[in-house]
């Protein structure tokens, strides 16, 4: 255990915040930070709608580029329920400077995942403790189905951040699911995809992250040329959020559990999507070379596989990621039978951390004649 661990027993909450959860008779008996890995990989593995980047191989990843350390926290309810709530904090950073995260930008969902069902009051319960950690700034972005819970609780001081994303239910094997999910539209795309003569490679090796990223890198440029942003920069940003190393470090942590989906057209790497496997699926990121992709279809091909494959490996849902307010983001996204599914990113903030940043970066933006793509 680390020395700034946290193992201590909660001697009932009895706090006016905290009045309406000591009337139904639930608390909180015990916490221990970081959470104990076998304990959350138990919890993790028991939630059905848990998501790979809400386990303990996932923070093993992240933690190992930093700045991040593992600040997990291990929930234990009167009711028998435990929960985990996967969270990060930076590492050399005093205590009331602090920035909390589940997860940190750009390393997927987090919120809690627990070995029976939470109501709101337990969630409230989470947020008091959190409260209490005095932090600067905690950050909540939680797998989209459980959102609700958290926003019950959302007029305690919680600011709340609209989001919206899409997923596709796997109940029903890959044939019927492509019968009748997918439109007549992608449908077609997978014929032309099939009749252009791509080769679809996949796995994790480091040959095939390397691929992945040099047309991620050409992403960056194309992203640059449509919010008119100076190419070095978009690949200075890109590059910080998603360096090579942080894929390598993933599938170093996680193994099989991720998968790289790769296009080529003679031997040119024309499409990939990464895609992240457990009870669920959760496809993350995604780069072409749209010269070549548009044309093949390339990009309905890689994820009806990824579809086919999540089937074969039972898992319940097919997340699609992050939408937006992307019309043609979600249009695609439809074709596959995904269902836009409205959520909230929760914060926490002893100052108005959001509102600054959100003005500095309109402000950098407006200076660089940016606009959003």
Not at 83 to 108: D, E, I, R
Not at 142 to 155: A, D, L, R
Not at 182 to 204: M, P
Not at 324 to 350: C, I, M
């Amino acid at each position: 255990m680390t020395p700034d661990s946290d193992h201590r027993q909660i001697e009932g909450y009895d706090k006016p915040d905290a009045a309406s959860h000591l009337a139904l008779g639930l608390k909180l008996t015990e916490v221990v930070s970081p959470a104990p890995r076998e304990d959350w990989f138990d919890i993790w593995s028991t939630d059905p709608f848990a998501l790979p980047t809400q386990g303990p191989d996932w923070m093993l990843a992240a933690t190992l580029l930093g700045p991040y350390r593992d600040s997990s926290r291990l929930y234990r309810f009167s009711d028998g329920v435990r929960a985990v709530l996967p969270l990060f904090s930076c590492t050399g950073v005093p205590a009331m400077l602090q920035y909390l995260a589940s997860p940190p930008p750009a390393w997927g969902y987090g919120g809690l995942v627990s070995d029976r069902p939470l109501t709101s009051t337990h969630y409230a319960i989470v947020v008091a403790d959190l409260r209490k950690r005095n932090a600067l700034q905690v950050s909540i972005r939680p797998n989209p189905f459980t959102s609700h819970y958290w926003k019950n609780v959302e007029g305690r001081g919680i600011l709340s951040l609209s989001k919206r994303a899409h997923v596709l239910e796997l109940s029903e094997g890959f044939d019927a699911i492509r019968a009748k999910r997918f439109s007549s539209n992608a449908r077609r795309h997978l014929k032309t995809a099939q009749a252009a003569g791509l080769e679809v490679v996949s796995g994790h090796d480091p040959e095939i992250i390397q691929e992945f990223h040099g047309l991620l890198m050409q992403s960056f440029d194309r992203w640059a040329t449509q919010q008119g942003e100076p190419a070095l920069l978009a690949r200075l940003r890109g590059t910080r959020r998603d360096p090579l190393e942080k894929f390598l470090a993933i599938a170093r942590t996680i193994g099989p559990q991720m998968k790289v989906y790769l296009a080529r057209l003679d031997q040119r790497p024309v499409a990939a999507i990464i895609v992240l496997f457990g009870r669920n699926a959760h496809y993350t990121r995604g780069a072409m070379d749209k010269a070549l992709a548009g044309p093949t279809a390339a990009n309905y091909l890689l994820h009806a596989t990824a579809i086919e494959e999540a089937c074969r490996r039972d898992c319940g849902t097919y997340n699609m990621g992050e939408t937006g307010q992307s019309k043609s983001l979600a249009d695609f996204k439809e074709k596959f039978g995904a269902v836009g599914v409205d959520y909230s990113e929760f914060r926490l903030e002893r100052l108005p951390i959001t509102r600054i940043d959100s003005l500095l970066r309109t402000t950098v933006k407006r200076l660089l004649g940016m606009k959003d793509a």
